[in-house]
């Protein structure tokens, strides 16, 4: 079934930094989805970028689908940014699978 | 935005005991998954289902059940409680996006 990896698995920033958050998958995907997950909270979906270049706001995903990856570009990050990133992957089935998340943390 | 709502948010049971977490969607999703989350696991799919009267296993089905009566309404269901089910579960309903309810926290004494 579908794999899926992300990196790295907690990061510690300061106010302004910059973040790149990774995530490589083992099969073919047709939705790819980042979540943030705020400390002993829901999900709540950010992007959704199965492919190609997407921006929101100071969030930026780029995925290239042939290399099985994808990244998460937080720019000038904020303490209120702080938590759990997730990527997720759509599998043979269309079940969306799960990577175990980069912790961030984000210091003022 | 589409609304999930998961039932009870926490829940005490016994080892041994029949658990049920319900969860309901308003936005006419087929899709609904029942997730649990550990530390050092992410989250992890249970089952799932694509419309009312289906079910489908995930990667971790064995000892729970899934019943979707309806479009709206998708439960998991612990048969017999143990505490290695002790754990965060998610219920997401969605097509494309996925929308999450607010989890239910349970634990097995």
């Known amino acids: 079934g579908q794999q899926v990896q992300q990196s790295p698995a907690s990061l510690v920033l300061q106010e302004g930094e910059n973040a790149e958050l990774q995530c490589n998958f083992s099969?073919?995907?047709?939705?790819l989805q980042w979540f943030y997950q705020s400390p002993g909270g829901s999900l709540v979906s950010l992007l959704s970028?199965?492919?190609g270049t997407k921006h929101t706001g100071r969030l930026t995903s780029t995925t290239v689908t042939k290399e099985r990856r994808s990244s998460l570009h937080i720019s000038s990050s904020q303490t209120t940014d702080s938590g759990t990133y997730l990527c997720?992957?759509?599998?043979?089935?269309?079940?969306?699978?799960f990577g175990a998340g980069t912790k961030l943390s984000v210091k003022p | 935005e589409a609304a999930v709502t998961q039932s009870p948010r926490n829940k005490v049971a016994v080892t041994g005991g029949k658990v049920t977490l319900s969860c309901n969607q308003t936005?006419?999703?087929?899709?609904m998954y029942w997730y649990r989350q550990d530390t050092g696991h992410g989250l992890r799919l249970i089952h799932y289902?694509?419309?009312?009267?289906?079910?489908e296993k995930g990667d971790i089905p064995d000892g729970y059940k899934a019943s979707r009566p309806s479009q709206e309404n998708f439960s998991l269901i612990l048969e017999l409680a143990t505490p290695s089910q002790t754990s965060v579960y998610f219920c997401?309903?969605?097509?494309?996006?996925?929308?999450f309810g607010h989890g239910t926290k349970l634990s097995v004494l």
């Open positions: 970028n199965p492919s």
């Open positions: 997401a309903s969605g097509d494309e996006r996925l929308f």
């Open positions: 997720a992957i759509d599998g043979n089935n269309n079940a969306p699978r």
């Open positions: 289902s694509y419309g009312a009267g289906s079910t």
């Open positions: 936005n006419n999703h087929n899709n």
């Open positions: 099969s073919t995907a047709t939705q």
